[in-house]
C-alpha cells in the first residue's frame, strides 16, 4: 500500500481534508496521513461540516506536526500550501514531493457574512482537493 503525507501549515483544514479524500477514494492502495509545519491545534469546524456533507467523517482527526512522521518512509509527500512547501523539511530524502497549492478557505471566509456564506469557501476547497486527489494512485 502506498503511503502518502499531505502538508500544510496549521493541518487544520487543507491536509486534512486531503487525507480524507484520499483514504475514502483510494481505499486499499493509499494509506494517507497529514501534518502541518506550525499545527494550529484542531481541525476546522467548517472542515469537518464540509466534508461530512461529503460523507466523510474527519470529526476524530487532530492537528499534527510533520515531526511525528520524521521516522516513516512515505511514497508521496503532497504540500498543500505554498508556505508549507517553503518549509517542507529536506530530511524526506527519496521520497518523491510534489506540490499542488489551494487557497485557504479560512482567509477567503474572512469577510463572509453568514456561516453559509464561510461553508462555500470550504466547499469548493473541498471540491477542489477531491479532484486532485481523484487522480493519485
Known amino acids: 500500500m502506498k503511503k502518502i503525507l499531505f502538508l500544510c501549515t496549521g493541518n487544520s483544514c487543507r491536509s486534512q481534508m ?32 464540509a466534508m461530512s456533507e461529503a ?41 518523491k514531493k510534489i506540490h499542488k497549492s489551494f487557497e485557504d478557505p479560512f482567509v477567503l471566509a474572512k469577510d463572509s457574512r453568514s456561516d453559509e456564506e464561510v461553508l462555500n469557501h470550504y466547499r469548493r476547497i473541498r471540491d477542489e482537493l477531491k479532484e486532485f486527489v481523484s487522480f493519485l494512485s
Open 18 to 49: 486531503a487525507e480524507g479524500w484520499a483514504n475514502q477514494l483510494h481505499k486499499g492502495n493509499i494509506s494517507a496521513f497529514s501534518a502541518g509545519t506550525e499545527p494550529a491545534g484542531e481541525v476546522n469546524k467548517y472542515a469537518i461540516l
Open 55 to 95: 460523507g466523510i467523517d474527519i470529526s476524530n482527526h487532530r492537528s499534527k506536526h510533520l515531526d511525528e512522521f520524521k521516522d516513516i518512509e512515505f511514497d508521496l509527500v503532497i504540500t498543500v500550501c505554498d508556505n508549507a512547501r517553503e518549509k517542507c523539511p529536506l530530511y524526506w530524502g527519496k521520497t
